[in-house]
């Protein structure tokens, strides 16, 4: 960022080894907070950095694009627990905390997922067909889908309980199997 001054001189910005060219803010921003809020990240989701290191950062920025700005508002409030539930509501206003849907359970963020109502597994049924459809569309191979939608359906169904996935040791051996055939 070569910028002239009052007595004629020029200025470079260097972070990192690099002149900043452009996006200064961008770059003195991810300077500043990046590492703050990967330590932040790691010790409230009590992940391990390698962990984290497993986040797929461009894939997360592509399907966040495709948002618009009031389910980018949701869906943030989703992955980091701040989902208004009733439970919060009791808590700040002292009105029920019961979930408005089945009415027979604390309204809970995990509850939202999980409520056994009518209304939410016919919602919850539809949005596992259409998971179901995208991960088809990516090409993925029927095992692997198949896996994926299992876990979903199977903590659904019963949040508490550990489902051993049918193919369970054998991920190599099936997509090398897909590749080949
Ligand atoms: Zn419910």
Redesign the pocket.
């Known amino acids: 960022m070569p910028a002239p001054t009052t007595y004629g001189y020029r200025v470079w910005l260097i972070l990192t080894g690099s002149v900043i060219t452009s996006k200064l803010y961008f770059s003195l921003a991810t300077a500043t907070h990046d590492h703050h809020l990967e330590t932040h990240i790691i010790k409230t989701a009590k992940w391990s950095a390698s962990v984290f290191n497993l986040i797929d950062r461009a894939g997360l920025k592509r399907a966040f694009t495709t948002l618009t700005w009031h389910q980018k508002i949701s869906t943030s409030k989703l992955i980091h627990g701040l989902a208004n539930t009733n439970r919060q509501n009791r808590l700040h206003y002292n009105t029920t905390d ?8 604390e ?1 809970i963020f995990e ?2 997922l ?4 009518l209304e ?1 597994t016919t919602a919850q049924d539809l949005l596992l067909k259409q998971l179901d459809a995208n991960l088809n569309q990516l090409s993925m191979i029927p095992p692997v889908i198949h896996t994926i939608l299992l876990g979903f359906s199977s903590w659904l169904h019963s949040p508490q309980s550990r489902v051993r996935p049918p193919m369970a040791g054998s991920f190599h051996y099936i997509i090398d199997g897909a590749k080949l055939a």
């Open positions: 019961s979930c408005p849907c089945c009415d027979s359970s309204e509850h939202i999980t409520c056994p109502s939410m």
